[in-house]
């Protein structure tokens, strides 16, 4: 029996599909798959890419921008500041975001910058995503992960 997922963000519901077979996303506390049937729990959640699975075939990958994720055998419900489904990223504007950001880091690395360009880098990885039959969310964060063209010189 395939389970209910909600993905939900102050300014909208970005996701609610009552025919989710799997989703895979990083809490904070690590990778974390849920099936149907997942024993309850809740957990703070990281930036990163979530894998969606259902429908049987379908696939699809979000942005969810940390926040909470409350699990129950029958669904999953998830609030956050900001999640974008990866067709909806407006990829110009993520570039644009990281290299404000960089730009900001290489003046004074602060933790707003950091997220900033971490926010970003999720994003265009999602993107860069749009199409790729395996997907495996990174654990590794961090400036290396920017293209080289818009690496701060
Ligand atoms: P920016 O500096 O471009 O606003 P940000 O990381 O500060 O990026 P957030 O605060 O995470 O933005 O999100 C603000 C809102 O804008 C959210 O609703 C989020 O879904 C949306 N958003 C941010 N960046 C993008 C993007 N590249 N494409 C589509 N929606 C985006």
């Given at each position: 029996m395939p389970f209910t997922l909600e993905i939900i963000t102050p300014g909208r519901v970005v996701l609610h599909d009552d025919q989710t077979d799997f989703i895979q996303v990083r809490g904070k506390e690590g990778e974390l798959g849920v099936l149907p049937g997942h024993t309850p729990l809740f957990t703070a959640l990281a930036d990163d890419l979530m894998i969606?699975?259902?429908?049987?075939?379908r696939e699809d990958i979000?942005?969810?921008?940390?926040?909470?994720?409350?699990?129950?055998p029958d669904r999953v419900t998830i609030l956050s500041p900001a999640a974008e489904l990866a067709a909806e990223i407006d990829e110009v504007r993520a570039r644009q975001a990281a290299e404000r950001a960089q730009l900001e880091i290489d003046r004074q690395r602060t933790a707003e910058a950091e997220g900033a360009l971490e926010r970003a880098l999720v994003r265009l990885r999602a993107v860069e995503s749009v199409g790729r039959e395996a997907i495996r969310p990174?654990?590794?964060?961090?400036?290396?992960?920017i293209p080289p063209?818009?690496?701060?010189k």
């Open positions: 969606v699975r259902s429908h049987g075939d979000v942005t969810v921008m940390g926040g909470f994720m409350d699990v129950r990174s654990r590794v964060h961090g400036a290396e992960q063209d818009i690496r701060g």
